[in-house]
């Protein structure tokens, strides 16, 4: 199946039109509308653009954004192009959520409509009794593994407190630490405040690095 039409859509999207897909609108069929996205316009499509298209896709939506930012006007065009008993193919589940809460929340939306997901690395497919168990197996699996951290977290503040451990301007963070303190925040398990306590800086700090990670992107 080639990829016969490019449409562009605001900046940072395009839409990729499948010759044997033209028609589907008209005949109301239900559709595979694939979605990709890559951080950079250097950054190649063909890895993500080929399995969609081998992947049946009459239609695949591409964001050119960071993964770090919120805003994906491309998910904004799926959600207007998706109908009932339509699937929602992406490469990987990463393309789609920045975190499990962000997936299970599409995973929610998704079958609210009436629409599957597909994701071709993961072999997932919601459409079926077991792809539907094997997601939901991971993502409460993510729940348990989100529940260690706030533990852990509290336990790491229980103790800086014992050692009597008072604010004061923060000293420079290790790049490690710094990429440590931006996945935190990137991943949406913790609050700002129990972040900022955990690592031992500002929320103008934490901000700052997010801002700086993101500007490196």
């Known amino acids: 199946m080639n990829l016969g039409n490019k449409h562009s859509y605001e900046n940072n999207v395009n839409i990729f039109v499948n010759r044997d897909g033209l028609f589907d609108d008209w005949t109301g069929a239900p559709m595979y509308i694939g979605y990709a996205r890559v951080s950079t316009h250097e950054q ?66 998704l079958e609210h409509e009436g629409i599957g997901l597909k994701s071709l690395q993961e072999i997932i497919d919601t459409t079926s009794p077991s792809g539907k168990l094997t997601f939901h197996i991971f993502a409460a699996l993510a729940e348990f593994e989100r529940q260690l951290i706030q533990k852990r977290t509290q336990a790491g503040l229980r103790a800086a407190r014992a050692r009597g451990r008072v604010g004061g301007r923060p000293k420079a963070l290790a790049a490690s630490k710094r990429q440590r303190a931006v996945q935190l925040y990137q991943e949406k398990q913790l609050t700002v405040k129990e972040i900022c306590e955990m690592m031992g800086i500002s929320k103008p700090t934490l901000y700052a690095n997010v801002r700086q990670a993101h500007a490196s992107a």
Do not use: F, N, Y
């Not at 006007?73 to 809460?101: C, F, Q």
């Open 44 to 109: 190649s499509l063909t890895l993500q653009q080929d399995a969609l298209t081998h992947a049946g896709c009459h239609k695949i939506i591409v964001d050119r954004v960071s993964g770090t930012m919120a805003e994906r006007p491309g998910l904004a065009t799926i959600k207007v192009l998706l109908r009932e008993g339509d699937t929602l193919v992406v490469w990987r589940l990463d393309r789609l959520g920045r975190s499990i809460k962000d997936l299970i929340t599409w995973v929610s939306w």
